[in-house]
């Protein structure tokens, strides 16, 4: 009896040992040259490339290089699906390739997807790949991912430097039936059985006021002390943007020195979903679909300052009402109900409408151009998360809610490959779009199939948690009725993921063509406050400029543009007036350039 009681609390003991185990997932990685040698005339190259960490199914995209002025606004291909406004589009898309760990090689012939040879030139090149073949691995049991549109994450700190643990953030609920659900956050890395681990927030709103699911919070980027969360109220149609102070397993403390008495951004909107705020650490944006404004084509993205004043509302409702499909039967607007942010640019989505864009507020405000606000735009007819195109759709190719599959969340990774979770699109579990809005097409996870599907997020800051986070409610049922929760469903797991960029040229590349001399060494001290050093050896004399570009890719200040003789030369930043966070400045001698990052912190 002894004996069996010894065992019963050994297998007690090894349970507990396996569930306390922390999350640390094994990241995929890709690995190639930053730059290749190609003579694009038509022969067959093989670029080397290795995979690290887990097996892969790799895309390799090949897209022009400093053309989108060039290029302009375009809208093309069959029903006019692919839109691009001044930015550089893809010339080439190879099909999945399946690789084990290992090294390996990518084979290209110099041709485009026409089957045209691309001219001699200097391009970007693209791979980007996710691990097709391992089971999902779970991060957290107990976030809910019945209402998954409305999670984020935060990967960069008050100073903008990636940080170790990623924090996931759950929005505080409020329905219309009145019942509240707290606010959580979830350092990932701990036990993803540990419930303990989560940090709650209740969040009490005025009276008639309530926030939903798909209003996902953000915190202040300089203070993660206070969060930003969009909140309205029906009977009044209206729409508010709120600053709380985040009270650890309390109740949040509504800022009332922000905006109105607490309420930023006041603004009137029918809307029937509220819809997220995400900050670029400049401004505050939110958006309104008006889906319930079923008559009238309505539709508006927001851009708000951090004390709580509206600076620009934008009409979107040329991209997002339809007025001849409402017409037939279908809804006059669509959305946009999911916004999500990445280095600048916003991922713009509805669950109910085949849209899908990339805009950059801050290209919009440089230019005060309505149609610099747009990058890409991907609608019905290139089968990528298209709605109608079925044989039994009551109105073909129609974009708009009823739509015969609900896409829930967009998300973009560090290069802005972007995707969108398919439900109801048969065995897959994504839409991919590529850096352009390129569809690329409808992927899987291992052995998913085509139940529910919620959402999924990218991380990729660089930290040790890079990749996919997802649901695994397709294994629970079909839909809300007949979708079970259970330890199988629950939470949300962990999928392997990569995607890196460098330059594929017929010229050769600078780190082989410059001359031994020239070099650009990594400023110092870095990260900094407020001066900082950067230093390079010039091989030769000439005009020499070193400027300073922030995430958003947009120059912010010139340190120097000037004649210097060869040799080395160090040269000063002073950051008094910029914000903290991270910045490239990018040394250019003749021919040559280099680019590096640095981080202000404050």
Request: include cysteine; proline fraction near 4%.
């Amino acid at each position: 009896m002894k004996k069996i009681l010894l065992l019963v609390l050994t297998l007690v003991c090894a349970s507990s040992i396996a569930f306390a185990a922390p999350f640390s997932p094994t990241l995929l990685k890709i690995t190639a040259d930053a730059e290749i040698s190609y003579d694009f005339d038509g022969s067959t190259t093989e670029i080397p490339v290795t995979i690290s960490g887990k097996d892969a199914s790799l895309y390799f995209l090949v897209h022009t290089k400093g053309e989108g002025a060039n290029i302009g606004n375009v809208r093309n291909g069959y029903l006019g699906w692919h839109h691009v406004n001044k930015i550089d589009t893809c010339l080439y898309l190879s099909p999945a390739n399946q690789f084990g760990v290992g090294a390996t090689t990518i084979t290209w012939d110099g041709t485009d997807n026409d089957g045209g040879v691309i001219p001699p030139g200097e391009y970007t090149y693209y791979m980007w790949a996710f691990d097709n073949m391992s089971s999902k691995e779970k991060m957290c049991h107990f976030l809910r991912t019945d209402k998954f549109r409305h999670l984020d994450m935060q990967e960069y700190d008050e100073n903008g430097i990636t940080m170790n643990n990623p924090l996931f953030l759950q929005t505080a609920e409020t329905t219309t039936e009145g019942t509240v659900a707290p606010g959580w956050k979830w350092v990932i890395g701990g036990d993803p059985m540990d419930e303990t681990l989560a940090e709650t927030c209740n969040v009490v709103l005025g009276e008639g006021w309530l926030c939903y699911h798909t209003s996902q919070m953000v915190l202040d980027p300089t203070d993660f002390d206070y969060f930003y969360q969009a909140v309205a109220q029906r009977d009044q149609s209206q729409l508010a943007i709120q600053k709380f102070k985040w009270i650890p397993n309390g109740e949040a403390e509504l800022q009332l020195d922000f905006g109105e008495d607490g309420y930023g951004m006041l603004v009137s909107a029918p809307n029937y979903y509220v819809v997220g705020v995400v900050t670029d650490g400049t401004y505050l944006y939110t958006a309104d679909g008006n889906q319930v404004a079923n008559t009238e084509p309505d539709a508006d993205f927001f851009i708000c300052d951090f004390e709580g004043t509206l600076l620009n509302e934008i009409d979107i409702r040329d991209w997002w009402s339809r007025p001849d499909e409402a017409a037939l039967g279908k809804r006059m607007n669509s959305g946009p109900d999911i916004v999500t942010e990445r280095n600048g640019k916003i991922c713009l989505n509805c669950y109910c409408s085949c849209i899908k864009q990339l805009v950059d507020p801050q290209r919009y405000l440089e230019n005060e151009e309505y149609q610099d606000l747009y990058l890409w735009s991907n609608l019905n007819g290139d089968y990528v998360m298209d709605q109608s195109f079925e044989a039994t759709a009551t109105v073909l190719w129609a974009c708009n809610y009823p739509v015969s599959g609900f896409q829930y969340t967009m998300n973009a990774d560090d290069n802005f490959f972007a995707f969108v979770s398919a439900y109801d699109h048969g065995a897959v579990s994504f839409g991919l779009f590529g850096p352009d809005g390129t569809g690329i097409g409808m992927l899987a996870y291992a052995g998913e199939t085509g139940g529910f599907k919620k959402g999924e997020i990218f991380i990729d800051s660089g930290s040790p948690f890079d990749g996919i986070y997802c649901d695994n409610d397709q294994a629970g049922g079909s839909h809300w009725d007949g979708w079970v929760a259970n330890e199988f469903t629950s939470g949300i797991f962990f999928i392997g993921h990569d995607s890196i960029k460098g330059v594929i040229s017929s010229v050769v590349g600078v780190d082989e063509s410059a001359p031994a001399a020239f070099s650009v060494e990594q400023n110092a001290p870095n990260p900094f406050n407020p001066t900082t050093t950067i230093s390079f050896t010039l091989a030769e004399a000439g005009n020499i400029s070193v400027e300073v570009y922030n995430v958003a890719g947009q120059k912010v200040d010139t340190i120097v543009n000037e004649f210097m003789d060869s040799g080395k030369h160090s040269i000063v930043w002073d950051s008094n007036g910029f914000s903290a966070g991270v910045y490239f400045y990018t040394v250019k001698s003749g021919d040559y350039s280099k680019t590096m990052k640095m981080t202000l912190i404050k």
